[in-house]
């Protein structure tokens, strides 16, 4: 091994995804500076971290859930669920709000908890019961709701769109969830529970570990953060509807989102940093191609050739150091070096 | 167990990131306005019921009245001609010189809006060459309502833009960008879906969904008799320029005793086909009606491959069903949602900026294609691929035909 | 083991094995066999509602047209069943689609050509999609997803967002067209018998090395590469074939649907529940190729089934959410109870088990059972 591959063989996923945003920075610096703009003025830095906000929930969420051997692909209606639940009960009245915020992550939180209960006392994989759950969903959502539906008052709406400086409000909010969700992760018995029961279910169990706690707990939060992210829809867009999840295709894209930032689809190995490093990745991708005028499928183009070449990059890394149990050449201590005496003959 | 080197030149790879969320400059993202959308002004966004009930009587009867009314202006130029009613004034706006439009686009992810932004091409290419547009800078939302709140925030801070363009993704979620964007004081011109404000310097659409549901549904009527089954085939539920059609037709079905079923298909056209083999299998089906001419030809080749006679239809003129009207020889007519409304927008800049006056409301014509004007329709548009519309009117512009033959995309 | 099969063993053989018709209710108790259960009931029950659907006539259209989702789910089963995903499989019918439309026209002379070319392009994306997997080791859900995202991406671009049109009738007629008057049946579509040698074929191949080896990969791709299997091979066959059933998938749908944008769109989850509903487990080693395509044919039967209960065609997600989680979790319980023996007869008193020969000295044959 020569000396570079050695060098970036020593690199945690966390690090290669964050170089690999540098590289994006600088590529978009490069780009936008060419047809005379700035990559760093105030209104190019709050459309990426718009961009971040929606996607950046449910991609926490979704690293929680991957984390723990499963997948979550019923977040597109989820999310569209809570907005029009949000708006709905909000109905332009400032004094409804906190009794909407409540509905709604109650119903998504219930939502969570039937989905945790399917995989985990079930047995249903991951992708199935949430697409069935989700299939489901999206049934009550186009049988009940033709449309937009609902208002939601001035005061919620300004969540949407206001901001410190350049920095949305709903990126500050996603980032505290961040927090809170690494405060789990490494913190509490739970989170490290999640590791275990991701890295190897049957060890966690035999280990003592109830294995359905920590699948129920992440499905629940993944589901709530989509309904975070409803909310933030609902404030953005004033009204609540039945599509919003689906048009922003959130279930694939926020499990490329998180594998892109280094967590095993496999679970049991990622962190929060990295799926954050991720979403900010697909937004300053989709800025730069938007400020370039890049024709809208060959967006699409980009977006399937940076996922896989950007997963490609660190999968062939050797998951887990450990030193080499025989030496290279053969010496009196393997057992491989001593013939094994022939039975018979 | 890391070396320290790592760690530094991860630091300096998170630094500059760490640097985009220290600049504290002044706030760019202002706030939405107070009065205008705090009191929702029409009923559009209603809360009360779920299933929302997309009939309106009096807009009903508005579009009934503009179908036979007189328009203003050549009829060789169907993109210019409007009905006579409130104008605005845009001497404000006058200035010399080649202006920036900025152009947020729902998106280009159907045939319609394709043949639609490739004649806006061209249209602009004219006007770049007559020094009225310097250039029109245009962001795609991919049919994604939050993407295109985005692009629109992102054309007020950054775009330097001389006016805007917009066509909304759906109306009532767009409504405070496009507010926020009339508050800059450039004129904002607004096609195809509308927004619940009337701030925008003019709306430019055809009569509207009411009209066609109008149309196609009493030549339906008058081909069939009553109790006669006709199978509806729908796009998709909640867009309201389709539900408005089904609202009209429905409501003129059940008067004339049409029997009329809707299906939702997703313009797919294996959904179409299973969808009428299903409806023969179980009776006789003697019409068609559609709310949007995708996949009208599956529809006529499942009543082929049925052996069954083939219906009286409705389509659009989308040049698919307007030659396999020609070939088969069904009793049919094509609505249209007016393509050339795509010309529209540019031309009405061109105006604004000569401080000229022009409709508040600008309604274009409507006029379906029926059976004696096929002929000449499919003569101009000979060579056209399958998924490009009759009236898109830019036979005048340069690059016909190859352009839109090629569908060469900008 | 050339002596396995002689006289004397499959005597015994005969003798331990439990009866036919026993054999074929166990089956029947799998998921794998229950999926053919399900499918008889539904059919029936949309006969009772509405009886000229059981005419032979409207029977055989009825497969006819249900033919491009089975074959595309037989090809998402060998995918699933050695363990990986196929998400790339829309978006490679919606390009086969246009690719056939835009390159024959209305050429007869272009269209072998152009068939050639649709075969060879379809195993292309497959061999890709199973380097990038095997090889370059990214999880299959990300590498499909990205060729899902960058194919028809680059085909809407090529054509500008829409296809030219219809091709020649002649190709079409592979989708639309069949063996005319025959007796009873009135017309065998041509899908039909393309379905029939497609099934054939995925049967026998699972018979065969290639197909248990691919169960063994699905299964535990460790023992199966410590036993001697070229594991990236097998597993980038599966994609191949896999992506090759899109491709006939496409072929098929160009002739009866025609060509516009939106056919193939989301085949791959219709197809991975069908394969889901047909028992085959997710994450690999377990199921029967025939049951998934009975798993498709259950679907298009539930849906047709909906569509003449008059159910409101917006409940009809409901319904197949509801059924994929219902009949997954039926079968993980039961192939649980499997694992823990509760259907083991072979402890049963009844059966004597007849005692095995002794081996003569100096031979391979026979041998004590330990």
């Not at chain 1, 997948?71 to 639940?85: E, F, G, M, R």
């Not at chain 2, 085939?233 to 867009?239: K, N, S, T």
């Not at chain 3, 997710?282 to 199921?287: D, T, V």
């Amino acid at each position: 091994m020569n000396r570079r591959a050695g060098f970036f063989q020593r690199l945690s996923a966390t690090q290669i995804v964050y170089l690999v945003a540098l590289a994006t920075l600088i590529l978009g610096v490069l780009l936008v500076n060419s047809i005379g703009r700035s990559f760093f003025s105030p209104g190019n830095i709050s459309s990426i971290l718009t961009g971040t906000s929606v996607l950046g929930f449910i991609a926490i969420g979704q690293t929680l859930v991957i984390l723990a051997g499963s997948l979550d692909l019923s977040v597109p209606y989820v999310t569209s669920l809570a907005s029009l639940i949000a708006a709905g009960v909000m109905a332009n009245n400032p004094n409804n709000v906190l009794f909407g915020v409540l509905l709604t992550l109650g119903t998504a939180a219930v939502i969570g908890l039937a989905i945790g209960l399917i995989v985990a006392r079930l047995n249903v994989h991951g992708f199935i019961a949430t697409l069935g759950v989700g299939l489901i969903i999206s049934g009550y959502l186009a049988t009940n709701f033709k449309g937009s539906f609902g208002e939601t008052p001035f005061a919620f709406r300004l969540v949407g769109a206001t901001g410190l400086g350049p920095v949305p409000i709903s990126t500050i909010i996603m980032l505290a969830c961040a927090g809170l969700a690494m405060l789990l992760l490494h913190r509490t018995r739970v989170g490290h529970h999640l590791y275990a029961v991701g890295g190897d279910i049957a060890v966690a169990r035999t280990s003592g570990i109830r294995v359905d706690v920590p699948v129920i707990t992440a499905h629940v939060i993944c589901s709530v953060l989509a309904g975070m992210a409803g909310l933030l829809l609902a404030s953005r867009l004033g009204v609540g509807s039945p599509t919003v999840g689906s048009q922003g295709g959130y279930d694939l894209l926020s499990i490329a989102a998180v594998v892109l930032g280094g967590t095993l689809l496999s679970g049991g190995k990622g962190t929060i940093t990295g799926t954050l490093g991720g979403v900010l990745i697909f937004a300053m991708l989709d800025n730069i191609m938007s400020v370039m005028q890049v024709n809208p499928f060959l967006k699409d183009v980009v977006r399937g050739v940076v996922i896989v070449v950007a997963v490609a990059v660190y999968a062939r890394r050797r998951i887990v150091s450990r030193p080499e149990r025989f030496a290279a050449k053969g010496s009196a201590e393997t057992p491989a070096a001593q013939p094994v005496p022939a039975e018979g003959s | 167990m890391r070396n320290n080197s790592v760690r530094a030149i991860a630091l300096a790879a998170a630094l500059p990131l760490v640097a985009l969320t220290a600049c504290t400059t002044e706030p760019s993202v202002t706030q939405t306005t107070g009065a205008g959308t705090g009191s929702p002004a029409t009923n559009g966004a209603a809360s009360s019921p779920a299933s929302k009930d997309w009939f309106d009587q009096s807009l009903y009867d508005t579009q009934n009245q503009q179908r036979s009314a007189t328009f203003e202006g050549d009829p060789q130029k169907p993109y210019l001609q409007y009905i006579a009613g409130p104008m605005t004034d845009t001497s404000k706006y006058a200035a010399k010189g080649a202006k920036k439009v900025c152009f947020a686009n729902a998106s280009i992810s159907n045939p319609w809006r394709q043949t639609g932004w490739i004649t806006m091409n061209q249209q602009l290419k004219v006007l770049k060459s007559s020094g009225v547009i310097s250039e029109m800078e245009t962001r795609d939302a991919k049919d994604n309502d939050n993407t295109q709140i985005a692009d629109i925030d992102y054309f007020i801070a950054e775009g330097k833009c001389d006016a805007f363009v917009i066509s909304p993704n759906s109306t009532a979620a767009l409504t405070q960008a496009v507010e926020r964007a009339c508050q800059t004081g450039k004129p904002v011109v607004v096609f195809d879906r509308g927004v619940e404000t009337k701030c925008p310097t003019t709306f430019i659409h055809p009569i509207g969904g009411f009209a066609w549901g109008i149309d196609t549904a009493t030549f339906l009527s008058d081909k069939l008799k009553s109790g006669d089954k006709v199978v509806a085939l729908r796009i998709l539920p909640g867009v309201d320029v389709l539900e408005h059609r089904w609202a009209a037709a429905k409501k003129i079905f059940a008067e004339k005793g049409i029997q009329a079923k809707d299906y939702f298909t997703g313009a797919d056209p294996t959904e179409i086909k299973k969808i009428i083999s299903d409806e023969l299998a179980t009776g006789d089906v003697k019409g068609v009606w559609m709310d949007a001419g995708d996949g009208a030809v599956a529809a006529l080749e499942a009543f082929e491959d049925a052996g069954k006679p083939l219906p009286v239809m409705t389509g659009e003129d989308e040049m698919s069903f307007l030659t396999k009207w020609k070939q088969t020889g069904i009793t049919a007519m094509a609505p249209v949602y007016s393509n050339f409304q795509w010309r529209t927008p540019l031309l009405a800049l061109e105006k604004i900026f000569k401080g000229e006056q022009i409709p508040t409301e600008w309604v274009l014509p409507q006029k379906p294609i029926l059976a004696d004007e096929l002929d000449t329709w499919l003569k101009r548009n000979q060579g056209m691929p399958s998924g490009h519309y009759a009236k898109f009117g830019g036979e005048d512009l340069p690059g016909y035909p190859q352009v839109w033959q090629q569908r060469q995309m900008p | 083991m050339s002596t396995a099969l002689n006289s004397g063993h499959s005597a015994i053989l005969k003798q331990n094995r439990a009866s036919r018709s026993e054999r074929l209710l166990r089956a029947l108790r799998t998921p794998g066999g229950a999926i053919f259960i399900l499918l008889i009931i539904l059919l029936a029950a949309i006969i009772v509602l509405n009886p000229s659907f059981g005419e032979p006539g409207s029977f055989i259209r009825f497969i006819g047209r249900t033919a491009p989702i089975a074959i595309a789910a037989i090809g998402q089963y060998f995918v699933i069943v050695g363990g990986e995903f196929d998400l790339s499989m829309g978006s490679v019918v919606t390009m086969q689609v246009i690719v056939a439309g835009n390159l024959i026209r209305q050429d007869d002379a272009k269209v072998i050509p152009v068939l050639v070319l649709m075969l060879v392009l379809g195993a292309f994306i497959g061999l890709v999609n199973g380097l990038i997997t095997t090889l370059l080791q990214v999880p299959s859900f990300i590498v499909t997803l990205g060729m899902m995202l960058a194919l028809l991406g680059l085909v809407l671009y090529w054509t500008g967002g829409a296809a030219q049109g219809n091709p020649a009738d002649s190709f079409r007629q592979i989708g639309r067209g069949g063996i005319q008057n025959v007796p009873v049946l009135d017309i065998i579509p041509y899908p039909v018998l393309i379905l029939t040698a497609v099934a054939v074929t995925a049967f026998v191949l699972m018979r065969r090395p290639f197909g248990r080896m691919l169960i063994a990969v699905g299964d535990n791709p460790a023992a199966a590469a410590l036993a001697g299997s070229r594991v990236w091979w097998v597993r980038t066959r599966a994609f191949m074939m896999s992506s090759l059933s899109a491709t006939l998938a496409g072929i098929l749908l160009v002739g009866y649907a025609g060509v516009h944008p939106s056919v193939g769109h989301g085949y791959e989850f219709t197809a991975i529940t069908a394969v889901v509903l047909g028992g085959v487990a997710l994450g690999g080693g377990r199921g029967w190729v025939l049951s998934a395509a009975a798993g498709a044919f259950a679907l298009e039967s539930l849906f047709t089934l909906l569509n003449f209960m008059g159910v409101q065609a917006t409940w009809r997600d409901t319904v197949q959410g509801g059924i994929i989680i219902v009949a997954v979790a039926a079968a993980s319980r039961s192939w649980q109870r499997k694992r823990k023996g509760a259907t083991a007869s072979a402890h049963d008193d009844q059966h004597q088990l007849a005692p095995t020969p002794t081996p003569a000295e100096g031979t391979e044959q026979g041998g004590e059972r330990v």
